[in-house]
């Protein structure tokens, strides 16, 4: 009996061990998802980069892949809004047309300065150096004859070597760059005659020692004088030159342009040309504010003199931008002459006072250019102002 106690025992003892050991079944563990396996390609192409920039400066002038053209102002700054501006505007067109690859400017404070600025651009080896205005043609000739290698632009340079017998002062790398500015002075002269209530008008001008300027003042008594015999009509001119004053001065002073021009207002002047980079200006600004008609000079100051724009009539152009552009072109591919280049001269729209000018008006305009530019119609003025 003992025994069989015991051999149950033991079975009921197996029984408990093996419940123990085998438990109740659970699932497998989930294994962790697995990236699919990297499919070798080719290296992804980069984006394509600029060339870097390269800022250009004086000193790769001297490089002969690098064509660099500066300019030397007459007295006064290079953003006058009339003559230096309108040059430095042609250097700069120089460059977008792809022609210079870098461009400089040089701002004279006074004349005694004009042989160094230039000289500053000389002996840093530019192709080109354009000078601008009558006062620099001695220095430019100089610096010519200094520097055989480079181009020199005469902005209103006169040449006149070109037309003398002695040789010896003959220039193979200077060209003027010269305009008709009594055609242009013509031409705005005629429009204020007609426009003229009063039938008088003025010019207030830069020193008539200058001949550009000269030409200018005269050239604008001669076409109010034409139009006077197209129409029957008599109109008195004032024209008044800042003269009495140094070269350092008579640009540069619209105080002066201003006062003159009220001057003349007051003697029933209703149009006001003012002919002489800062001090015409004075007297534009002066006419305009008064109510006159205001007439710009060399560019179209109505895109340049705001304080003037809305009674702004037309301006006295000298296309002088492209002239500077296209010479400087030509120096580069190599077809520049020594001597004089004739540029282009006209009168500007009349934008805000269109509608204040007649069909008769404008139509007479028109032929009045058409006759100057084929040459039946001349204005009477000299080169030069005659001695005295």
Known sequence: MKKLYFVMAL??????????????????????????????????????????????????????????????????????????????????????????????????????????????????????????????????????????????????????????????????????????????????????????????????????????????GEGYKAGAAYADGMNGTTTEVFVVYHSDVGFDKTFTDPEWGAQTAKSMMDQGADAIFGCGGLTGNGAITAAAQAGAYAIGVDADQYLTLPEAAPRMLSSAMKLITPGVAELAAMAKDGTIAAGNFTGLAGYAPFHDLDGEVSAEIKAAMEAINAGLLDGSITTGVAPTKPAE
């Open 11 to 216: 079975l009921i003892v197996a029984s408990m061990v093996l419940t123990a050991c085998g438990g109740t079944p659970t699932a497998a563990p989930t294994a962790a998802p697995t990236e699919p396996p990297v499919v070798a390609t080719e290296a992804p192409t980069a984006a394509p980069t600029e060339p870097p920039v390269v800022e250009l400066t004086q000193a790769d002038c001297v490089k002969p892949e690098v064509f660099c053209v500066g300019l030397v102002t007459d007295v006064g700054k290079v953003n006058d809004k009339s003559f230096n501006q309108s040059a430095w505007e042609g250097v700069q067109q120089s460059q977008t047309d792809g022609v210079a690859d870098l461009v400089q400017f040089i701002e004279t404070s006074d004349a005694k300065d004009y042989a160094k600025n230039i000289a500053t651009f000389g002996d840093a080896g530019f192709d080109v150096i354009v000078t601008v205005g009558f006062g620099l043609t001695e220095a430019t000739f100089a610096a010519g004859a200094a520097y055989p290698d480079l181009k020199f632009i005469g902005v209103d340079q006169f040449q006149a070597w070109q037309f003398t017998e002695d040789t010896a002062d003959d220039s193979a790398n200077v060209t003027g760059l010269n305009f008709p500015e009594d055609n242009a002075g013509f031409l705005v002269g005629a429009l204020a005659s007609m426009m003229s209530a009063s039938h008088k008008i003025g010019a207030v001008c830069g020193t008539d020692v200058v001949p550009p300027v000269w030409r200018f």
